[in-house]
T-cell receptor
């Protein structure tokens, strides 16, 4: 089962605008990660934020995490046509035996138009 | 470093048959995880292997199984295929320590069951 929801399900913006995607999850986490997927291909890791962090930046990406509300947001600034893709948040729970089980959200389809 | 490779990339099988998918992780990565992606259920975790042992398992029937070899390469097997098994199967590799590192995904194997 999926961890939670992403909002919006789809987003269409003009090149140069900012895109914000939100993710909610249900259980306690070790960290939260964002991935991008182009046209049903493999996922590409974008950024990881740990449960004790509140904000993280990587290039044009800014991620926030609010563990009290069990939510995260991904902001892409100055979007480009090449940013057109599906974006997924994924949580990593704290597992007794360790491990890397990613629980994905439902995804946001971003379309950046010229 | 070479990325994660998956073979075959596309596969068409008939109901009742079985299938084996292969995944070669990034050199040095000891954890390999498998995910199923369908339009209806999204991205779902199948299982994770670490040092040839299954460390975590998702909620899939016993028809789905896997294994990992001493060189960290992994195979996934689905027996008695059903139409609902049609999906994109993604494998991901990571360092596999307890910190829940980012995962690196292969391009996926698209399985169609007719």
């Amino acid at each position: 089962s999926q961890q939670g929801e992403e909002d919006p399900q789809a987003l269409s913006i003009q090149e140069g605008e900012n895109a914000t995607m939100n993710c909610s999850y249900k259980t306690s986490i070790n960290n939260l990660q964002w991935y991008r997927q182009n046209s049903g291909r493999g996922l590409v890791h974008l950024i990881l934020i740990r449960s004790n962090e509140r904000e993280k930046h990587s290039g044009r990406l800014r991620v926030t995490l609010d563990t009290s509300k069990k939510s995260s947001s991904l902001l892409i600034t100055a979007s480009r046509a090449a940013d057109t893709a599906s974006y997924f948040c994924a949580t990593v729970a704290i597992l007794t035996g360790g491990g890397n089980k990613l629980t994905f959200g439902t995804g946001t389809q971003l379309k950046v138009e010229l | 470093k070479a990325g994660v490779t998956q073979t075959p990339r596309y596969l068409i099988k008939t109901r009742g048959q079985q299938v084996t998918l292969s995944c070669s992780p990034i050199s040095g990565h000891r954890s390999v995880s498998w995910y199923q992606q369908t339009p209806g259920q999204g991205l779902q975790f199948l299982f994770e292997y670490f040092s040839e042992t299954q460390r975590n398992k998702g909620n899939f029937p016993g028809r789905f199984s896997g294994r990992q070899f001493s060189n960290s390469r992994s195979e996934m097997n689905v027996s008695t295929l059903e139409l609902g098994d049609s999906a994109l199967y993604l494998c991901a590799s990571s360092l596999g320590d307890r910190e829940g590192h980012e995962q690196y995904f292969g391009p996926g194997t698209r399985l169609t069951v007719t």
